[in-house]
């Protein structure tokens, strides 16, 4: 079975400043690796992915991510936050030889952006 | 192009009611997926649907949970006799291609 650990809950930071919001899956498979932003009263937004090929992954809003199969996480990063990213963040996992891809999250990083 | 949206946005209902969810996928995508999100907890997976047919249904937490998707589009999640443990944001899902889903605004149940 599989399983994100995502391991802080609230991460909170000032504007400018550097963030990385950790991420660890377990899986005994190949998987598919996703980074999911959530605002408040709204879905989920696609961040980023990893599917295969090179290990950094850069996605929207200045964010990117490295997978890290030795240590098994995919951490995300950012190297000057914004106030607007305010968020919760979610990590997620999918089979990657499974023919239905249904997601696996971590329960959520909350990121607090002060001035 | 339209997103994923769903309907209603926000439904209070009394213990013991009956609910359905509407989910308006993006027009074209084949697969369809419903989450349950808890307070401060992240998305479970409940069903899967491929086209019409309901290929997964192993995350459905109870016999009083059923979904549908008759037509291979619009899908309705429905809920029997709600108790106060369904409360939750219930996310759908739907994907051309298996690994990028696209979600909507969620509806937030609260049962009393």
């Known amino acids: 079975a599989q399983s994100v650990t995502q391991l802080d809950s609230q991460v909170p930071v000032f504007e400018e400043a550097p963030v990385e919001l950790r991420c660890n899956y377990s899986?005994?498979?190949?998987?598919?690796l996703f980074w999911y932003v959530q605002y408040p009263n709204q879905g989920l937004q696609l961040l980023l992915k990893?599917?295969?090929?090179?290990?950094l992954v850069k996605g929207i809003n200045g964010f990117e991510a490295e997978f890290n199969k030795s240590q098994t996480s995919f951490h995300l990063r950012k190297p000057s936050v914004h106030i607007s990213d305010t968020a919760e963040y979610f990590c997620?996992?999918?089979?990657?030889?499974?023919?239905?891809?249904?997601?696996?999250f971590g329960k959520g990083t909350k990121l607090s952006v002060k001035p | 192009g339209a997103g994923v949206s769903q309907s209603p946005r926000y439904k209070v209902a009394k213990r013991g009611q009956d609910v359905a969810l509407r989910c308006d996928p993006i027009?074209?995508?084949?697969?369809l997926f419903w989450y349950q999100q808890a307070l401060g907890q992240g998305p479970e997976f409940l069903t899967y649907?491929?086209?019409?047919?309901?290929?997964?249904k192993s995350g459905l937490p109870s016999d009083r949970f059923f979904a549908e998707r008759p037509e291979g589009s619009v899908s309705t999640l429905k809920i029997q006799r709600t108790q106060q443990e369904d409360s939750a944001v219930y996310l759908c899902?739907?994907?051309?291609?298996?690994?990028?889903?696209?979600f909507g605004p969620g509806t937030r149940l609260t049962v009393l």
């Open positions: 027009s074209g995508h084949v697969s």
């Open positions: 899902a739907s994907s051309f291609r298996y690994n990028e889903q696209f």
């Open positions: 649907f491929q086209n019409e047919a309901q290929l997964d």
């Open positions: 990893y599917l295969s090929g090179s290990t």
């Open positions: 899986s005994s498979v190949s998987v598919y």
């Open positions: 997620a996992v999918s089979d990657h030889g499974g023919s239905q891809g249904n997601l696996i």
